[in-house]
């Protein structure tokens, strides 16, 4: 993602292309996501600027800014991919060249083009697009004074840049605010809120030359290492924007040099000195660290979760305490009566598996009453008929037994009827 150098880089092209410029024609197609997402449109952008001249560009953190003659004014941020492109002139930087590398140089309008434009008058004509292949970037309209660009949002609910504002961003705000939270020192660094432009790689190589910990919780930091974390964020900052984002021109002794290999075949995993480079999560991004130069020296996020875990613990109650009468509270009982009754299951059927080798078992003791019983009715005198309150029909699977006379005759009988 570009940050705060490559920002710097595409201010310093601007500056140098279009400042004093008056814009002609315009292009710019809809997008829902680069323009629709920060309340404006491409037809809307496309008519803010035409006819206007550019008498500024201003650049905070990730943001930055077209200065025109009146408002609105155009405000921009390049998201995960995007990039400003003009024509015949090499703007992209050593990466951004490599990630866009078979891409046709000579087209234009380029490739992924969210909007270009040309000047009008004066010579030589410029032409400038901006480029965004995956659409995390953002173009919108800020109405205001020009010079009230960074009152408005969204760059008021921005912390203040360390290359811009040096008279801001001082040891002692850098002080108050790590005091005030209590997140990773890595996270405070990511957060736009506290400080503007500083990105993965740019917190990664700040912690490397302060030589601190990204996991370990940010108040949790002693003055000398808050100074020389200051240090750090004041020299990468500017050292990066100085050379404008070029890591051709970065530092031999920069992890940046380095960092690029997870997951790639062949790649580095140490550095120069044997070092070892590892990687892992913090705010939910990934991040370069040498164990061996920065060494956890207070509270970090696996510590914290180990003590959760033991809180959670410690926190839940026991089978008889009574629980809280809330939604929650009532959830947490119902999974604790069922484990209770699971219990109490267990132990009945022991108790009963007890008791059924005392006695004897179901089946035993069927058999043996009944034979208990016949015996009883053997020795019983038998009792006398009784009236049966049926009818004296006979059943349909009892059949009569007739006699042999009998059924002659019924014969007769029947063949005597057929011959009359």
Same mark, same amino acid.
Do not use: C
């Given at each position: 993602m570009p940050e705060?150098?490559? $920002?710097?880089?595409?201010?310093?092209?601007?500056?140098?292309? &279009?400042? =004093? +410029? /008056?814009?002609?024609? @315009?292009?710019?197609?809809?997008?829902?996501?680069?323009?629709?997402? $920060?309340?404006?449109?491409?037809?809307?952008?496309?008519?803010? &600027?035409? =006819? +206007? /001249?550019?008498?500024? @560009?201003?650049?905070?953190?990730?943001?930055?800014?077209?200065?025109?003659?009146?408002?609105?004014?155009?405000?921009?941020?390049?998201?995960?991919? =995007?990039?400003?492109?003009?024509?015949?002139?090499?703007?992209?930087?050593?990466?951004?060249?490599?990630r866009t590398k078979g891409h046709d140089a000579?087209?234009?309008?380029?490739?992924?083009?969210?909007?270009?434009?040309?000047?009008?008058?004066?010579?030589?004509?410029?032409?400038?697009?901006?480029?965004?292949?995956?659409?995390?970037?953002?173009i919108r309209l800020v109405d205001c004074p020009g010079q009230d660009i960074r009152k408005h949002s969204p760059l008021v609910e921005n912390g203040p840049d360390p290359v811009v504002d040096r008279d801001v961003f001082t040891e002692a705000f850098l002080r108050q605010k790590m005091r005030s939270r209590h997140v990773p020192v890595k996270a405070l660094l990511l957060d736009q809120s506290t400080v503007s432009g500083i990105g993965n790689w740019v917190g990664d190589e700040i912690l490397y030359q302060a030589k601190l910990h990204p996991e370990q919780y940010c108040d949790d930091f002693s003055d000398a290492d808050i100074a020389t974390l200051y240090k750090a964020v004041r020299y990468v900052c500017q050292t990066a924007v100085d050379k404008l984002g070029d890591s051709d021109e970065f530092p031999a002794d920069w992890l940046f040099k380095h960092r690029w290999g997870k997951g790639k075949k062949d790649s580095p995993t140490t550095l120069p000195s044997g070092d070892k480079i590892t990687h892992i999560t913090v705010g939910g991004r990934t991040s370069c660290v040498v164990p061996s130069v920065q060494k956890k020296r207070g509270r970090t996020t696996i510590d914290d979760d180990d003590v959760k875990e033991e809180e959670e613990e410690s926190a839940t109650p026991a089978p008889d305490e009574t629980e809280s009468r809330f939604f929650d509270g009532k959830k947490k009982k119902k999974a604790t009566n069922g484990n209770n009754n699971k219990a109490k299951t267990k132990t009945k059927t022991k108790a009963a598996a007890e008791v059924e080798e005392e006695r004897p078992s179901k089946k035993a003791r069927t058999a043996k009453s009944k034979a208990a019983k016949q015996e009883e009715d053997e020795a019983k005198p038998a009792p006398a008929p009784k009236a049966s309150r049926k009818s004296s029909k006979p059943k349909k699977e009892e059949k009569t037994t007739e006699t042999p006379s009998d059924l002659g005759r019924r014969r007769s009988a029947r063949l005597g009827g057929v011959s009359r």
């Open positions: 705060i150098a490559e $920002v710097a880089r595409v201010v310093h092209f601007l500056r140098l292309h &279009l400042v =004093g +410029k /008056t814009i002609g024609k @315009v292009a710019a197609p809809d997008d829902a996501n680069v323009f629709g997402k $920060v309340g404006t449109s491409g037809p809307a952008f496309a008519e803010a &600027l035409a =006819g +206007k /001249t550019v008498v500024g @560009v201003g650049s905070q953190g990730k943001y930055f800014w077209l200065a025109l003659s009146s408002p609105p004014h155009a405000v921009m941020h390049l998201g995960m991919t =995007g990039w400003v492109q003009i024509r015949g002139v090499q703007t992209g930087y050593t990466r951004y060249l490599e000579e087209a234009w309008p380029p490739r992924y083009w969210k909007f270009h434009l040309e000047t009008e008058g004066g010579d030589p004509k410029v032409e400038v697009a901006f480029t965004d292949s995956r659409r995390f970037g953002r």
